[in-house]
């Protein structure tokens, strides 16, 4: 049987956080959103990927204030 995710693209993840969560939260993160990827697509598990990119609060801002300056 001729595997269909073969010559396709596979699904890409990218989620952007603030940094200071456990290694077991993004554990958990990564593990539901392949989840939700393969019963959504039908994508084989191994074929997700996903990428977590952490910021430092003094690197991210919402409306010009960076998140190490709210109060």
């Known amino acids: 049987m001729r595997n269909k995710w073969r010559n396709q693209n596979m ?3 990218d ?3 603030i940094a200071g969560r456990s290694q077991d939260q ?3 993160l990564v593990e539901d959103v392949t989840a939700a990827v393969v019963k959504n697509t ?3 598990a191994e074929h997700v990927h ?3 990119s952490e910021m430092e609060k003094n ?3 919402v409306g010009g204030v960076l998140k190490s300056e709210e109060k």
């Open 26 to 28: 993004l554990k958990g």
């Open 15 to 17: 989620i952007h956080l």
């Open 42 to 44: 039908g994508a084989p």
């Open 50 to 52: 996903v990428i977590l």
């Open 11 to 13: 699904p890409i993840v």
């Open 59 to 61: 690197r991210y801002s």
